[in-house]
């Protein structure tokens, strides 16, 4: 297979603990080739929402160079370059007109089917002309493809690459894939996914990404967990009572419903994003911070996941989801999700991981929640008080919080519930911290794997969540209604009491970077 110098150059280890420090000392330099980059997919909402912004920041910020790199849209659509720029343009923010319109310069347009080659010798001629233009050395050249496209055409697409699109020399340069997610509907069907996409390109050609692994506060888990002696002797079941994991968004499928409903919010979010935090909020120490070395502890702990029980999972469906026309009136698909994932392990024996996620809620963020146990042989009856709770929020307002009893100010010898906080928004003023996908695209180009999921972990990840979604598929679990704008069903939080959550009464914390101080 001709797939360029990652065939003989593996990319494990370009992340070493002390090169997280020289983040800003990019590898462009050893890699200053002639770049590809096309968006397949191009006239799609992920594209023009995210693929292109965050190919925008990075040439904003020097990584992606005029003289050297071209992008390529490419969809059905009949649209020109300049219709493609227009259909862009206005979600590239926080720029001059001028930078902005020297950016689009750089994108052109290719129309084209996604099973007929066709289009794809027209692609091939359009980024070997670009290659030729910057008296590229053959076969030296780097193409990135970037699937923003349903997953149904994947291998077609994969196949139409793998035939007309790759770079024609194994000795140098590289082809590299990035595949959106749901990277299948089930174990069965991602198995076959794998098998077809693993028959055209090697493991390192292929990059799957999942956006939350981008996340400035979920790459920081890694570093929070073990670069820090206090939380090391404490994260275990000795000291940890629960664990909460929870994505809560306040709008609806918006005209996603088609596409929703064939998933549901487990394939949508829990069964990837929120497995991943859990893969890092649970795994043991990796041996070094190779990306391989990461990944085979993520597996590890996915295979230690033993079966959801239906008595620890709660569905709901919110009133008004099946007045979308593409939504059955029948649907059973979850929108909301609450369910409990048990790790058999001598660290985490007995210790509810409680994955939530829910579509039409009362509000919007994501965070972890480390709930810890009681302190034992309390003299100063503060239980009503709440517990120690280590808070990490990933989005908005990224911060890390823990929870704790202290003396409330005064004369009395009372005590309340206050915390240690660390806004990023305050601590970091100076700091613009990067879109998840404008990251991972960088890591792309320079072949660092480590934040996207390999194939034994996707399978992994499969395991554990087919027999439920099977089940809820056959209608054995329902989803129970719940109005939009609330916390989801009632019973999800009956369930949280019922694994152990204790709810800290009277508290709320809200972000300094929000408060009027
Ligand atoms: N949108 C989002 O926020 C997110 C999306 N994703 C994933 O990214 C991928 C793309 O998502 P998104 O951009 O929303 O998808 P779209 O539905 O917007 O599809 C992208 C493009 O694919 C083509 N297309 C759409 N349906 C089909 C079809 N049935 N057969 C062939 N081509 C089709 C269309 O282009 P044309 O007709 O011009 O060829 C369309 O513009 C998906 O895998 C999605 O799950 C992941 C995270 C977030
Ligand atoms: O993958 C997806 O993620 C988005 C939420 O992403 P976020 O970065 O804004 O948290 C979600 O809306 C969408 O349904 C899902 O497909």
Same mark, same amino acid.
Do not use: W
């Given at each position: 297979m001709s797939g360029g110098s990652d065939e003989s150059s593996p990319?494990?280890?370009?992340?070493s603990l002390s090169s997280l420090s020289d983040l800003?000392?990019?590898?462009l330099s050893s890699e200053s080739s002639c770049l590809s980059i096309v968006v397949l997919g191009a006239s799609g909402d992920l594209a023009k929402k995210k693929t292109f912004p965050a190919l925008f920041h990075l040439f904003q910020q020097g990584f992606l160079q005029s003289g050297e790199v071209h992008i390529f849209g490419y969809a059905?659509?009949?649209?020109s370059d300049e219709g493609l720029r227009e259909r862009i343009r206005g979600y590239l923010?926080?720029?001059?007109d001028e930078h902005v319109s020297e950016f689009l310069q750089l994108v052109t347009y290719v129309s084209g089917s996604y099973d007929s080659g066709e289009g794809f010798e027209l692609l091939n001629n359009a980024i070997s002309e670009h290659e030729t233009s910057k008296n !590229?050395?053959?076969?030296?050249s780097r193409r990135l493809f970037y699937l923003?496209?349903? %997953?149904?055409?994947y291998p077609s697409v994969c196949k139409m690459i793998r035939s007309y699109?790759? !770079?024609?020399?194994?000795?140098a340069g590289w082809t590299r894939v990035i595949v959106e997610k %749901?990277?299948?509907?089930d174990l069965d069907s991602a198995k076959e996914l794998s098998a077809q996409l693993g028959q055209l390109f090697n493991e390192k050609q292929l990059y799957r990404i999942d956006?939350?692994?981008?996340?400035e506060l979920v790459q920081n888990l890694l570093v929070l967990r073990f670069a820090n002696r206090l939380f090391l002797p404490l994260w275990n079941r000795d000291n940890i009572d629960n664990v909460q994991i929870v994505f809560r968004e306040d709008i609806g499928t918006e005209g996603r419903g088609g596409y929703f409903d064939q998933y549901g919010i487990i394939r949508d979010i829990i069964q990837n994003h929120l497995l991943q935090v859990f893969c890092l909020v649970a795994m043991e120490k990796p041996v070094s911070l190779k990306p391989e070395h990461i990944r085979d502890e993520k597996v590890k702990v996915l295979q230690s996941v033993i079966p959801i029980k239906h008595d620890e999972v709660v569905l709901g469906q919110y009133d008004?989801?099946?007045?979308?026309?593409?939504?059955?009136?029948d649907s059973n698909t979850p929108t909301f999700a609450s369910l409990v994932l048990r790790v058999h392990n001598e660290r985490w024996d007995g210790v509810p991981f409680i994955l939530k996620a829910g579509k039409a809620l009362n509000s919007r963020k994501a965070e972890i929640r480390v709930q810890f146990k009681d302190s034992p042989?309390?003299?100063?009856?503060?239980?009503?008080?709440g517990r120690n709770e280590l808070v990490i929020r990933l989005q908005p307002s990224e911060s890390m919080y823990m929870k704790l009893t202290v003396?409330?100010?005064?004369?009395?010898?009372a005590t309340e519930q206050s915390e240690l906080d660390l806004s990023y928004g305050l601590r970091y003023r100076e700091v613009k911290i990067p879109e998840a996908y404008e990251r991972l695209i960088l890591d792309t180009i320079r072949g660092d794997q480590q934040h996207f999921v390999r194939r034994d972990e996707l399978k992994a990840a499969w395991e554990i969540f087919t027999p439920l979604l099977h089940d809820i598929d056959d209608g054995k679990v329902k989803s129970l209604p719940y109005t939009p704008g609330?916390?989801?069903?009632p019973e999800a939080d009956e369930l949280s009491k019922r694994m152990g959550y204790m709810q800290t009464y009277g508290y709320v914390w809200i972000p300094p970077t929000l408060a009027k101080i």
């Open positions: 990319s494990s280890g370009r992340a800003n000392d990019l590898e059905r659509s009949k649209i923010k926080g720029a001059s !590229n050395t053959a076969g030296s923003a496209l349903p %997953p149904s055409v699109c790759m !770079n024609p020399s194994s000795h %749901p990277f299948g509907k956006h939350y692994l981008g996340k008004g989801y099946k007045d979308d026309s593409t939504v059955p009136d042989g309390d003299i100063f009856k503060c239980k009503t008080q003396k409330k100010p005064g004369l009395e010898m609330t916390r989801g069903p």
